[in-house]
C-alpha cells in the first residue's frame, strides 16, 4: 500500500489534517488504533477558536455545525460572588463557537467518507521506520494482516500515548512540564445551561466552571484533590459543591438532574521538542498538552494543522521542502503563546495547597485589574478566541 502522508491518529486532528489534504488532491491514509465508537464516545471540550471555525468550513465540514453550533460573544469570571463579563465581540470584534468535539469528529468521519478517504480503524501493532529518510514507511497490523504502508510524510497524530513522538530519539527531544495538585471533576447531565455564556469561578472552596454543549445539555467541573476518586463523588454531592462555588445568583437558577457521564482529569502543562524528526511531523497532543483552564487544547492541535497542511501543500506542488523546515518552529511559537494563557488561567483561578495569604490577595489583585482595565480584557479576549495563525 501506498499513499503520500500517512496519518497516525483517527482523532480530530488527523481527521481534519486528511480532509484538508484530499480536499487539495494530495492522497493520505489514516490509522486508528481504536474503533470508530470508541473514538466517538470520547467526552472532550466544546469551545471553538474562531481560526478552528474557519478551518472546519475549509475542510467542507462545517454544515451542522453552523446550524447547531453556538456563537459567543464573551465569557463570565467570577470572583468570590462578584461577576465580570468580558464581551469579546465589543473588545476585539471576535467571537468563539460552543460545539462538542465528538460531533466534530463525527462531522470529520462523515466528510472522509463522503469523499472515499481511506481510514483504516483498529490498526494494532503501528511502527513507524525510517522517518529521517525520503522513503519512511509504517508497518502495523489490520484485521489480523501484516501490512506495509509507504509514503513520503508521516504525520503524528496519535496523542499523548502514541507512537509517534517515542519514535523521535530520547537524545533528541526535550520536554517541559508541569503537573498541578488538582483534578477537574466533569459531570455531563440532560438540563439547561445555568448561562448562556461560560462562567469561569474562583472562590474559597476552590475552582468551578459552567459550560455547556447545547441548550438541553450542560457541562460542569469542579476542582478536587488529585486522591480524589470518581465514585467519592454522588450527583448529589456534586450539585452541592457545584452551588457553593458559583455567584449566589447563579446557584439559584442552575437546574440539576441526574449525571450520564463524569469524570475526573488531571491537569498538566506539557511541550516536547522539536514537533519535526525527518519525515516524522508530530500534531497535536503528541506534541503537547495544556490544563484545560481557556479551552486551548482541541484549538492548539488544529492550528497545528494549519501550518502542517500549509507546509505539505507547499511541499507536494512545489516540491519546496523550505515550509517543512519551519513547521516546527512556526507550530512551537503558537503553542508557547496558548500554554502561558492556559498556565495564566489555571494559576489565577484555583487553589493550590501550599498557597499563602499573599498569593491570594495576588490573585484577587490580578482579577481586580481583569475586571477594571479594558486592556487587561482585551489582551484576554484575544487570547481566548485565538492568536492569529
Not at 99 to 128: H, M, N, P, S, W
Request: aromatic fraction near 10%; glycine fraction near 8%.
Amino acid at each position: 500500500m501506498r499513499t503520500q502522508v500517512a496519518i497516525i491518529g483517527g482523532g480530530p486532528s488527523g481527521l481534519l489534517l486528511s480532509q484538508l489534504l484530499n480536499r487539495a488532491g494530495i492522497a493520505t491514509v489514516v490509522l486508528e488504533r481504536k474503533s470508530r465508537d470508541y473514538v466517538l464516545s470520547r467526552i472532550r471540550a466544546g469551545v471553538l477558536e474562531w481560526g478552528l471555525v474557519g478551518l472546519l468550513r475549509e475542510a467542507g465540514a462545517a454544515a451542522r455545525m453552523e446550524i447547531e453550533g453556538h456563537p459567543h460573544d464573551g465569557t463570565i469570571i467570577a470572583d468570590h460572588g462578584r461577576m465580570q463579563r468580558i464581551d469579546f465581540k465589543a473588545l476585539i470584534g471576535r467571537q468563539v463557537m460552543v460545539y462538542g468535539q465528538t460531533e466534530i469528529t463525527r462531522d470529520l468521519y462523515d466528510a472522509q467518507d463522503a469523499i472515499g478517504a481511506t481510514v483504516l480503524t483498529e490498526a494494532e501493532d503501528v511502527a513507524l521506520h525510517d522517518v529521517t529518510t525520503s522513503a519512511p514507511y509504517v508497518t502495523f497490523t489490520h484485521q489480523g494482516v501484516a501490512q506495509r504502508l509507504d509514503c513520503d510524510v508521516i504525520a503524528g497524530c496519535d496523542g499523548f500515548h502514541g507512537v509517534s513522538r517515542p519514535t523521535i530519539p530520547a537524545e533528541v527531544r526535550k520536554t517541559f512540564e508541569k503537573v498541578y495538585p488538582f483534578g477537574w471533576l466533569g459531570i455531563l447531565s440532560r438540563t439547561p445551561p445555568v448561562s448562556e455564556e461560560l462562567i469561569y469561578a474562583r472562590s474559597e472552596r476552590g475552582f468551578a466552571l459552567a459550560s455547556m454543549r447545547n441548550p438541553m445539555l450542560s457541562r460542569y467541573y469542579v476542582q478536587v484533590p488529585l486522591t480524589d476518586q470518581v465514585e467519592d463523588w454522588s450527583d448529589d454531592a456534586f450539585w452541592t459543591e457545584f452551588k457553593a462555588r458559583m455567584p449566589a445568583e447563579v446557584a439559584a437558577r442552575l437546574v440539576t438532574g441526574p449525571s450520564i457521564e463524569k469524570s475526573i482529569a488531571p491537569l498538566r502543562s506539557f511541550v516536547s521538542e522539536p514537533m519535526r524528526w525527518g519525515r516524522l511531523f508530530l500534531c497535536g497532543d503528541a506534541s503537547h498538552i495544556v490544563p484545560p483552564t481557556g479551552a486551548k487544547g482541541l484549538n492548539l492541535a488544529a492550528s497545528d494543522v494549519h501550518y502542517l497542511f500549509e507546509a505539505l501543500t507547499t511541499f507536494f506542488r512545489r516540491g519546496d521542502e523550505t515550509a517543512l523546515d519551519h513547521y516546527s518552529t512556526r507550530a512551537l511559537a503558537r503553542i508557547w503563546q496558548a500554554m502561558r494563557f492556559s498556565w495564566q488561567m489555571t494559576m489565577l483561578l484555583h487553589n493550590f495547597p501550599d498557597q499563602t495569604e499573599w498569593d491570594h490577595r495576588m490573585q484577587g489583585a490580578e482579577l481586580d485589574q481583569l475586571f477594571t482595565n479594558p486592556a487587561a480584557q482585551r489582551l484576554m479576549a484575544g487570547n481566548y478566541t485565538g492568536l492569529p495563525y
